[in-house]
């Protein structure tokens, strides 16, 4: 072989080697493109679960929030109950005290004294959103009375509360104190 078809030769050799190479590094780099278009995917999916954790999390949080708003106002609402409880047992000793009977002049000057107190106490406890639960001739109803006393009257129908033995009541839509009462029990 001459000199010249050597040196083609050769020339043909280095340009096969350097396409090789350019063959080899494209691959590595298709290679790398492929592992970096599949790390992007995972790294998408990872964000998409991410973002919708994030979401939960918040709707948690108003949800928590809304709870937490509605037991506030609940405590603020009933705040009062422990006094007002305390208070009935006043207002019922009041009643009696009024209820009683006498003949005395003196004592009825009590009286009278007493029902201002009485009255003036039932306005502010009414001021609170105290009401008395007073179902006289009603079905009773478990969640508002209990029935200390049973008694047969042929002519009412049956679980009709005949009598209120001790006054019941409600703070707003709670009771607080359920009324004591006699049924009808046939």
Known sequence: MSKKGKK????????????????????KINNEMLKLEEEIQNLTEENKA????????QADLINYRKRKDEET???MKYANQDIIKDLLNVVDNLER???????????????????LIYENLIAILKSYGVTEINRV?????PTQEQALLTECVEDKEDEIVLEVLLK?????ERVIRPASVKINQK
Request: aromatic share 4%; proline share 0%; net charge negative.
């Open 50 to 57: 991410l973002a919708e954790k994030i979401k939960l999390s």
């Open 97 to 115: 005290t009024l209820n009683s009977e006498s003949e005395s002049e003196e004592i009825k000057k009590y009286q009278d004294g007493v029902r």
């Open 8 to 27: 083609e030769k050769q020339q043909q050799e280095t340009e096969l080697l350097e396409e090789t190479k350019e063959l080899e590094q494209d691959t």
């Open 137 to 141: 001739g009603e079905v009773f109803d």
């Open 73 to 75: 106002a609940n405590a």
């Open 168 to 172: 019941g009541y409600k703070l707003k």
